[in-house]
C-alpha cells in the first residue's frame, strides 16, 4: 500500500494554551485521526483509494487551523467529493459544526446524494442534510387550488359565453384537467412532473411566498424546505450557485441558509459567471416610455416633446446595435453565435440622454407640485412619482460610462440595456474575503462571530501548471489571503489509453466557407474511424447546425443526435449515454455538463479552440490590461474551456480514446495545451490515430489499407 499523508496537531511554544483552544486542538486532532483510519481502511468497503482525494481531506480537516480560505484544483477520477465530505461530516460529528455544499450543475448534485450515503454508512453516522432549490421547482399549493377554482366558475358561465369563446374555454379546461390528473398530493417538487411543460408550470409553480402568512404553509413543500434550509438541526445544506449568492449578500437577520463557518464551492469555475449574472442590471427603454406616459396622464397633458426624445433614444439605440452587427458580419461572425453588442457612447447618444434626463426632472417637478397641491395622501400618485425617481436612476447610469460596462442582449428585446458595474470583482471580493458569520459552536454556550472558510475545488481553475491568478482575480480574492494546495492530478493512464491529434490542415475560421467544408470533411473520417462513439463540441451553434445538417445522411448505420434548444439536454443525452453507435453534436452546456463512462465516449472532436467571442465584459477585462491583455483574458478563458471539453473523454480507468482539435492555430499554442492537457500524447499525423485505434480495440475493423475518405454527392 502507499505510504499515506498523516497529519497532526502539535502545540508550539512556551505559553499553554487556553481550555478553549485546547478542546479546539483536541478536536481537530480528533478529525485528522479518524480522516486517516477511513482512508486507510477504504479498500476493505470494496472502494478505490486515491492518494489526492486523502490529502485534499487532511488539509480540510485542519480548517480551523486556518484564517485562510482553501483552493483545490483536483483532477477527474480524484474523487474530490469524498475529499471534502469526509473530512467535513466527521467535522460535524465531534464539534456540532454545519456546513454547506454548492455546486454548479445538477449532476453533481445527484452525485453527492450517493456519495454522502456511502461515507455515512463507512462511518456509522446519520447526517440530516437538505437538497436546497428555488421557490419555482416546487408546486405552489395555493395556486393550485386558486387554479381549480378559477377553472370551476369558467365552467359553470360556459354556457353564456359566444361560441368561439366556449370552444377556446373548453379546450383550456380539458387541459387542465389532464394536468391535475397527473399531479398527486404526495409531491410538489418539479423533477416528479417532467411531462409537464415549462410554461403550463409556470402557472402553478411558487412565484411569490408569503411564507407563514400563507393559509396553506403547513402543506407546503417549499415552506417546509426554508425552515430547514435555516435550522440548527440540519447538519449540510446542499445548494447551488446562485442560491448561495443570494444568501452571502442578505442581512444577518434575513439569511436563507444554515449560519456555518465552512463553504465548499465546488465546480468554482463557474462562480464568477453567476456573480456575474447576479449584478448585472436592466435598463428598459419601453418601461421608461410607459412610466413617463403614466405621468403625462396624471398631468392631463400632451407632451410630445418628450415623446420626441424617447423615440429618438430607441432609433439611436437600434443604430448602433445595427452598426455593431454590420460589423461582426464583414468577420464572418453569426449573430446566431452573438449574444451580447457592446453600447458604444458617442456625442449624439450622450445629448439625447442629457436632454431625457432634463424633460423627466421637469414631469416628476410638475407631479410634485401637483401631489403637494392635494393637501391629502393619494398612493397612486405616490407610486407615479416614485417610477420617476426609477427613471431619473436608470438615466443617471448611463451618464456614468466610467462606472459600468453596458451592452444590448440580443436574446431578448433590442430595447433593453444591460450594465454591470466595471468594480466586479471588488465587489465581489467583499463577500468572499472577509465574510463573518454567527454559528453555534460547542466551544462557547452563545453563538460564536466567527470568519467563514470558503474551500474553492473544481478541476479547472489553473491557466497553466499552478497559475491561478485569473481565477483568483476575477473573483476578487486576495492571494495573500487563501492558501492553494497541491494541483491533485488525475490517477487515469492517459499516457497509455489517450491520444490527442492537432488538425491544422483546415482553412481558418475567417475563410467561413471553405472552413466549414473541411469541418465537414474532417469530422466525417474521425466520426467513421471510430464507427460513431463520437462527442463533437463547437463553439458555434450555426457552425453545429451546418455540419449536422451536411453529414447526417452521409454517416448511415449510425444515430446521429444534435443538441435541442432548450435548456433540458437530458433526453438527447441519454440516448447517446446508452448507445455505442451514436454521435451527438453539441455545444454550451456539454463542454462541462456530460458524464460519459466506457466505449459511448471513444471519440472527442472539438471543433474549434473554444476562444470566447468577444463580449463587452471580456472586452473590457482585456483593455484594462497595459500588456498581454489577449493572453491574460482571452487565452485564459480558451484553455479554461478548452481543459473542460477534453475532461468528457477520460471518465474512468478502463476508458480510452482520441481527442481531436480541429484548428489550424493548435500548433501555434501548442506548449500551453500541453501545459493543461491531461493528455501528452499529440500527433499532427492521422495516421497514428488510425493506428492507435486499432491497437486500443476502439474499432478494430479498420481498413488502414484504405484510406477513410470523404463521399461527395
Known amino acids: 500500500m502507499e505510504e499515506r499523508k498523516k497529519k497532526s496537531i502539535i502545540f508550539v511554544g512556551k505559553q499553554q494554551p487556553t481550555k478553549v483552544l485546547q478542546k479546539k486542538l483536541v478536536d481537530e486532532q480528533k478529525i485528522t485521526d479518524e480522516v486517516n483510519d477511513f482512508f486507510d481502511t477504504l479498500e476493505t468497503r470494496g472502494l478505490t483509494y486515491r492518494e489526492g482525494q486523502h490529502n485534499m481531506a487532511l488539509d480540510i480537516a485542519t480548517i480551523d487551523e486556518h484564517e485562510k480560505n482553501l483552493l483545490f484544483e483536483a483532477g477527474v477520477g480524484i474523487g474530490k467529493s469524498f475529499g471534502y465530505l469526509v473530512p467535513l461530516i466527521i467535522r460535524r460529528?465531534?464539534?456540532?459544526?454545519?456546513?454547506?455544499?454548492?455546486?454548479?450543475?445538477?449532476?453533481?448534485?445527484?452525485?453527492?446524494?450517493?456519495?454522502?450515503?456511502?461515507?455515512?454508512?463507512?462511518?456509522?453516522?446519520?447526517?440530516?442534510?437538505?437538497?436546497?432549490?428555488?421557490?419555482?421547482?416546487?408546486?405552489?399549493?395555493?395556486?393550485?387550488?386558486?387554479?381549480?377554482?378559477?377553472?370551476?366558475?369558467?365552467?359553470?358561465?360556459?354556457?353564456?359565453?359566444?361560441?368561439?369563446?366556449?370552444?377556446?374555454?373548453?379546450e383550456k379546461i380539458k387541459k387542465w384537467e389532464r394536468l391535475f390528473k397527473i399531479i398527486n398530493e404526495y409531491s410538489q417538487d418539479r423533477n416528479v412532473y417532467p411531462n409537464i411543460e415549462d410554461s403550463n408550470w409556470q402557472n402553478i409553480c411558487v412565484s411569490d411566498c408569503s411564507y407563514n402568512r400563507c393559509p396553506y404553509h403547513e402543506e407546503c413543500a417549499f415552506y417546509e424546505l426554508r425552515q430547514k434550509m435555516k435550522s440548527s438541526n440540519t447538519d449540510l445544506v446542499v445548494c447551488n450557485h446562485n442560491l448561495l449568492i443570494e444568501d452571502l449578500l442578505k442581512d444577518e437577520d434575513k439569511k436563507l441558509l444554515i449560519q456555518t463557518d465552512a463553504i465548499v464551492v465546488d465546480e468554482a469555475h463557474s462562480l464568477e459567471q453567476r456573480f456575474r449574472d447576479r449584478f448585472t442590471y436592466v435598463i428598459d427603454i419601453y418601461k421608461i416610455e410607459r412610466i413617463l406616459e403614466n405621468a403625462n396622464r396624471r398631468l392631463n397633458q400632451i407632451d410630445n416633446k418628450t415623446k420626441n426624445v424617447l423615440k429618438q433614444f430607441s432609433e439611436k439605440i437600434k443604430l448602433i446595435v445595427k452598426k455593431q452587427k454590420d460589423k461582426l458580419e464583414k468577420k464572418g461572425i453569426s449573430l446566431e453565435d452573438f449574444d451580447n453588442i457592446a453600447l458604444k457612447f458617442d456625442d449624439e447618444l450622450r445629448n439625447i440622454?442629457?436632454?431625457?434626463?432634463?424633460?423627466?426632472?421637469?414631469?416628476?417637478?410638475?407631479?410634485?407640485?401637483?401631489?403637494?397641491?392635494?393637501?391629502?395622501?393619494?398612493?397612486?400618485?405616490?407610486?407615479?412619482?416614485?417610477?420617476?425617481?426609477?427613471?431619473?436612476?436608470?438615466?443617471?447610469?448611463?451618464?456614468?460610462?466610467?462606472?459600468?460596462?453596458?451592452?444590448?442582449?440580443?436574446?431578448?428585446?433590442?430595447?433593453?440595456?444591460?450594465?454591470?458595474s466595471k468594480r466586479l470583482?471588488?465587489?465581489?471580493?467583499?463577500?468572499?474575503?472577509?465574510?463573518?458569520?454567527?454559528?453555534?459552536?460547542?466551544?462557547?454556550f452563545n453563538r460564536d462571530k466567527r470568519k467563514i472558510k470558503f474551500i474553492f475545488t473544481s478541476a479547472t481553475l489553473s491557466t497553466t501548471e499552478n497559475n491561478y491568478s485569473y481565477f483568483l482575480d476575477n473573483l476578487g480574492l486576495k492571494e495573500n489571503a487563501i492558501e492553494i494546495s497541491d494541483q491533485e492530478h488525475s490517477p487515469y493512464d492517459y499516457d497509455n489509453n489517450t491520444k490527442m491529434y492537432f488538425c491544422t490542415d483546415i482553412d481558418s475560421p475567417k475563410h467561413k466557407k471553405a472552413y466549414l467544408e473541411g469541418l465537414v470533411e474532417h469530422i466525417y473520417k474521425l466520426i467513421k474511424l471510430t464507427n460513431g462513439k463520437t462527442l463533437v463540441l463547437f463553439t458555434s451553434k450555426s457552425d453545429m447546425k451546418y455540419v449536422y445538417e451536411n453529414i447526417k445522411d452521409k454517416l448511415t448505420g449510425l444515430n446521429i443526435y444534435i443538441q435541442n434548444d432548450g435548456s433540458n439536454q437530458d433526453i438527447v443525452k441519454n440516448k447517446f449515454k446508452e448507445e455505442t453507435d451514436s454521435v451527438l453534436f453539441s455545444t454550451g452546456i456539454f463542454w462541462e455538463g456530460i458524464d460519459i463512462k466506457g466505449e459511448s465516449l471513444s471519440n472527442l472532436i472539438i471543433a474549434r479552440l473554444p476562444f470566447p467571442i468577444v463580449d463587452p465584459v471580456l472586452e473590457y477585462r482585456m483593455n484594462s490590461h497595459e500588456k498581454g491583455g489577449f493572453?491574460?483574458?482571452?487565452?485564459?478563458?480558451?484553455?479554461?474551456?478548452?481543459?473542460?471539453?477534453?475532461?468528457?473523454?477520460i471518465r474512468s480507468e478502463d476508458d480510452k480514446g482520441i481527442v481531436s482539435i480541429l484548428d489550424c492555430r493548435a500548433r501555434k499554442y501548442e506548449e500551453v495545451i500541453k501545459s493543461i492537457s491531461p493528455i501528452k500524447n499529440i500527433t499532427y499525423n492521422?495516421?497514428?490515430?488510425?493506428?492507435?485505434?486499432?491497437?486500443?480495440?476502439?474499432?478494430?475493423?479498420?481498413e488502414k489499407e484504405e484510406p477513410i475518405k470523404l463521399v461527395k454527392e
Not at 440622454?353 to 424633460?359: P, V
Not at 468572499?432 to 453555534?440: G, V
Open 631 to 649: 493572453e491574460k483574458v482571452f487565452l485564459s478563458e480558451m484553455l479554461i474551456k478548452l481543459k473542460q471539453g477534453i475532461g468528457r473523454l
Open 425 to 444: 470583482p471588488n465587489i465581489i471580493g467583499k463577500y468572499l474575503n472577509d465574510n463573518y458569520a454567527e454559528i453555534h459552536s460547542s466551544y462557547f
Open 686 to 702: 492521422f495516421e497514428e490515430i488510425v493506428d492507435f485505434v486499432i491497437e486500443k480495440g476502439i474499432n478494430v475493423e479498420v
Open 93 to 170: 460529528k465531534i464539534t456540532g459544526k454545519q456546513f454547506i455544499i454548492s455546486t454548479s450543475t445538477i449532476a453533481l448534485q445527484d452525485q453527492l446524494k450517493k456519495d454522502i450515503e456511502t461515507i455515512t454508512g463507512a462511518l456509522n453516522v446519520s447526517l440530516n442534510w437538505v437538497l436546497a432549490k428555488g421557490m419555482t421547482n416546487y408546486l405552489c399549493v395555493k395556486r393550485y387550488y386558486e387554479l381549480k377554482e378559477k377553472l370551476e366558475k369558467e365552467e359553470k358561465l360556459l354556457e353564456k359565453l359566444s361560441e368561439s369563446e366556449r370552444i377556446r374555454t373548453e
Open 353 to 420: 440622454i442629457k436632454e431625457l434626463e432634463n424633460r423627466v426632472r421637469i414631469i416628476t417637478d410638475d407631479l410634485e407640485i401637483k401631489y403637494a397641491a392635494d393637501y391629502k395622501y393619494n398612493a397612486d400618485l405616490e407610486s407615479v412619482i416614485d417610477e420617476l425617481y426609477e427613471v431619473k436612476g436608470m438615466l443617471h447610469t448611463l451618464t456614468r460610462e466610467e462606472d459600468s460596462i453596458f451592452w444590448i442582449d440580443q436574446t431578448g428585446r433590442q430595447n433593453v440595456i444591460k450594465y454591470i
